[in-house]
């Protein structure tokens, strides 16, 4: 018996929109993954970009449980010496909701190139509208 490996033009790709609002970031950020990564198909390969295309709207709304609002913290570096810079979720949140998820999911994609290609169909944005509407995405339940 063969395996299975589906061809470029057998992978349809399809939009879902997400409402975040009162969602817990960590099983919203799975969630979005599996949907980006395909894994939820059954021709689901972990070579290739199966996955579908995904937008998140109401990123500021999303919710944390326990005291991660001031206790996790994001780390960035300039690359020079003395430039870590540290910011609290909670101040991350109040500036810029939309990285917030979006750092969650990089976390659970892979790092190469399959993984960029995967992150670059998330769409993440803070209100309630997106610019989509083109695509007619569906929306997604939990």
């Not at 021709?43 to 709207?57: A, E, K, P, R």
């Not at 109401?58 to 005291?67: F, I, P, Q, S």
């Not at 690359?79 to 979006?102: D, F, H, S």
Request: aromatic letters at 10%.
């Amino acid at each position: 018996m063969k395996t299975f490996v589906p061809k470029k033009g057998d992978i349809e790709k399809m939009w879902w929109v997400i409402n975040a609002d009162g969602k817990i970031l960590g099983r919203l950020a799975t969630r979005v993954a599996v949907l980006l990564r395909g894994k939820n198909k059954p021709q689901f390969s972990n070579f290739l970009d199966t996955g579908d295309f995904v937008i998140v709207i109401n990123a500021e709304k999303v919710a944390v449980t326990g005291r991660k609002l001031a206790k996790k913290e994001y780390f960035s570096h300039s690359q020079y010496p003395g430039g870590l810079k540290t910011e609290v979720l909670e101040k991350l949140l109040a500036r810029k909701p939309e990285e917030v998820i979006k750092r969650a999911v990089w976390g659970m994609i892979p790092k190469n190139k399959l993984g960029r290609s995967v992150y670059k169909k998330l769409k993440v944005y803070r209100g309630p509208t997106h610019p989509h509407e083109a695509q007619n995405p569906k929306e997604y339940t939990f």
